[in-house]
């Protein structure tokens, strides 16, 4: 059994649903303009296969069964005998129900129980198998017709076939021929065109003898000579004339076509052309043809199944397979029915209720509107292209006809000729004398354009070597101004580069100033904490002095040995202690008389109260032997008084210059001076610096020979070994500030220093 669904048919019924419908029927239009065939109206083949109880190309009817009378698979292609198609649906207003269409193709051509569609069983075009339709009457009594069908598929193929064969006066299909009157003989181009070339044979066999007479009758020693005899060459010349203005348009080629044609004469070819054009149309459209009736819209059988195989599967979707068959049972009885789900409907959306017989017709129409689309796809597209090149054809070839029209070259008598060619002879002659005149006119105006020409190419050259002159000119100008513009380049990069020197050498300047200030504070820092340490120590030396200042007088912490018992016993003296050499000094300052002869003890014992002097104490080394000598006489001044005598101190030693005398300068200080009319200072570490006021460059010598030259001018300070820091004012003079607040001013211009102190005062030095 086949199967029940072709699986293309979906594809095939939805192909052509966007196209439109042609606007006329080309290819039947083109077939019958080309054969002389009546092609049928399309619109009208399908009105003797319409059965009014289905639609076009089927019959139908629609049975109520039982629901035990479904089975799976029961709709589709050849499912039971006697019917050719069969849909099961459910009806949705009755439930114990199911309703059977059987559907029976109209005209369709059976083998035993198998429906055989047309196919041309080959794609050889003169081999196809094709059908002529039959009239018969179906089931129902109904008139039915397939021969309008087959005349309008098949018709067209036998009409071409035999156009190709050179004559459709016997086409004949179905039982329908070609009229008489309206076949076409393609033998006819060819039988024509030797009509033509029969005519241009004459005119050229004709032309040859006729210019033979015309030269014996022109040569000198003609026997007929005269005004006749000229006469009748006149003629002969004018025949002549007009027979070969036959021929050279008997000779023109078609102006379009493919190739030369055949032929002795521009009709002929033209005429051959034609026919070939003709031959190549039918070639195409019988190709046309085959690949139509090998597809699978040449059927509209065929496609009427594709149809139905559509709907039949919409049912099996929306209608079968959305309800369900269900029993009901009693005591004595059951019931089956069945119940739709969501989603089932009997309605199709472009046939409407399938209950309805009447919108079955829809089928049929849907059907033959794709074939027809077909036929519109796979005949009416190609003879579009097939006319359209035919009829330009045609009308090229038509006008090789209509302008190629053979017109004799005179229409005048022989003596109107003859007079014509007088008169020509002698308007020849003025025409010579005149042609002389414009010649001779034309080589002295010849003659004047070769010297304005002359002219001219002088002026030109003379402009062309003012021009050269002008450019050298402008060319020296411009190498002399790109040399200025050189030049200038190279000035200008000269002074950058100058530029670029000197602000290399400002920041090399400006760094080395900055190093010495750099130095300068680090060689400050050093000073102020050399000072720091020297002060230490200073201070710690004058604790040691204070110290033993304060143990001279301290018995408890001077050994003195007998001279303790000498001095301070406590025995009084009752006798004179004989020659003291002045001990007790003057009357009434003993005292004085004991200092007198204490040896040299400076004034330890000087100023008011007889406290200890520490302004001199000089060279206390001898005290003890001055005082020992002192006590050995029994001394005493007039009077004989025993003053009350002061013990002296222990042996204090030397105490050098421990209190030197107020204003003198500590070793650890700077001494200034002149040098050759220069400020120089010395420093106890062995440094010094010596200032040239001319240059304002301070030289500072260290310890170790090295120096180091400062330019006071601008604004730059130094710092020196003992902290102090010396600079220039702005009139020129050297200034020196120390860190205990005093400044030293020098004016090199008169050698003099002035020191201010800390508490304004001032001393004013010569250093000449």
């Excluded at 002192?630 to 101190?649: C, F, H, K, N």
């Amino acid at each position: 059994m086949v199967d029940r669904y072709d699986a293309d048919s979906i594809d095939n019924v939805n192909k052509y649903e966007d196209a439109t419908d042609a606007s006329s029927d080309v290819w039947a239009g083109l077939v019958t303009h080309i054969t002389g065939y009546p092609v049928p109206d399309r619109s009208t083949v399908f009105d003797t296969l319409r059965s009014d109880h289905g639609g076009k190309l089927f019959r139908m009817d629609i049975r109520d069964r039982g629901l035990g009378s479904f089975v799976e698979d029961a709709s589709g292609f050849l499912r039971n005998t006697g019917e050719d198609y069969d849909i099961w649906f459910f009806d949705g207003g009755k439930k114990t129900q199911i309703k059977q269409a059987r559907i029976v193709f109209e005209g369709r051509v059976k083998a035993g129980d198998e429906l055989i569609f047309a196919d041309p069983g080959t794609d050889d075009v003169a081999n196809a198998s094709v059908r002529e339709g039959n009239e018969f009457k179906d089931y129902n009594k109904d008139q039915m017709s397939t021969v309008a069908l087959a005349r309008y598929m098949n018709g067209p193929r036998t009409a071409l076939l035999e156009l190709l064969g050179g004559n459709t006066a016997d086409a004949r299909f179905s039982n329908l021929g070609v009229a008489e009157d309206a076949s076409v003989d393609l033998n006819s181009f060819d039988t024509t065109g030797r009509a033509f070339d029969f005519a241009a044979q004459f005119f050229r066999d004709q032309g040859p003898k006729i210019k033979e007479w015309e030269d014996a009758l022109g040569r000198e020693d003609a026997t007929w000579k005269g005004e006749a005899a000229e006469v009748f060459r006149s003629l002969l010349t004018k025949i002549r004339e007009n027979y070969d203005a036959y021929i050279e348009t008997f000779d023109e080629k078609p102006g379009t076509g493919e190739g030369d044609g055949t032929g002795k004469t521009v009709y002929s070819r033209a005429l051959s052309q034609a026919r070939s054009a003709l031959e190549d149309a039918a070639d195409k459209l019988l190709d046309a043809w085959i690949t139509w009736a090998n597809s699978d819209y040449y059927d509209p059988h065929r496609v009427l199944r594709y149809v139905l195989d559509d709907l039949a599967q919409w049912v099996d979707t929306n209608n079968v397979a959305n309800t369900d068959i269900k029993t009901t049972y009693s005591a004595y009885s059951s019931t089956t029915y069945h119940d739709p789900r969501d989603g089932f409907t009997q309605n199709h959306p472009e046939y409407g209720d399938l209950t309805d017989i009447a919108n079955w017709a829809k089928v049929g129409d849907k059907a033959v509107q794709i074939w027809s689309r077909g036929v519109d796809e796979y005949l009416v597209k190609p003879a579009r292209t097939v006319q359209s090149t035919l009829n330009n054809t045609f009308l090229d070839l038509g006008g090789d006809f209509t302008e190629n029209i053979p017109e004799p070259k005179s229409t005048s008598t022989a003596s109107q000729e003859y007079e014509e060619r007088k008169a020509e002879e002698a308007q020849e002659e003025i025409d010579r004398q005149n042609e002389e005149n414009r010649r001779y006119q034309d080589e002295l105006r010849e003659e004047q354009e070769r010297q304005r020409e002359e002219d001219k190419r002088a002026q030109d050259e003379l402009r062309e070597e003012q021009n050269r002159q002008r450019e050298e000119d402008k060319r020296a100008q411009d190498e002399l101004r790109e040399e200025q513009n050189r030049q200038r380049e190279e000035d200008k990069r000269a002074q950058d580069e100058l530029r670029e020197e000197q602000n290399r050498q400002r920041d090399e300047d400006r760094d080395y100033q900055d190093e010495l200030r750099e130095e300068q504070e680090r060689q400050r820092e050093e000073d102020r904490k050399y000072q720091d340490e020297l002060r230490a120590e200073q201070e710690k030396q004058a604790d040691e002095a204070q110290e033993q200042l304060r143990t001279l007088n301290d018995p408890s912490a001077t050994d003195l040995g007998g001279l303790d018992d000498l001095l301070n016993r406590d025995l009084p003296v009752t006798e004179s202690l004989g020659d003291m050499g002045g001990l007790n000094g003057t009357s009434g300052d003993a005292d004085s008389a004991l200092t007198d002869d204490l040896g040299n003890l400076g004034a330890v014992n000087g100023g008011p109260g007889g406290g200890p002097s520490t302004d001199g104490l000089g060279n206390l080394g001898d005290a003890n032997n001055a005082v020992n000598e002192s006590l050995a006489g029994p001394g005493g001044g007039p009077g004989g008084g025993q003053p009350a005598v002061v013990p002296p101190p222990a042996n204090l030693g030397s105490l050098g210059g421990l209190n030197s005398g107020g204003g003198a300068r500590l070793p650890n200080e700077r001494t200034p001076g002149l040098v050759d009319g220069n400020p120089v200072a010395r420093f106890p570490d062995g440094s010094s610096t010596s200032f040239d006021p001319d240059t304002g460059l301070l030289t500072t010598t260290g310890p170790d020979g090295s120096t180091t030259t400062t330019d006071l001018g601008n604004g730059l300070q130094v710092t020196n070994p003992d902290g102090s820091v010396t600079s220039l004012t702005d009139d020129g003079k050297l200034a020196t500030t120390f860190p205990d607040g005093r400044t030293e001013t020098i004016d090199p211009s008169t050698g003099r220093a002035v020191t201010t102190g800390p508490d304004g005062s001032t001393t004013t030095t010569d250093l000449g």
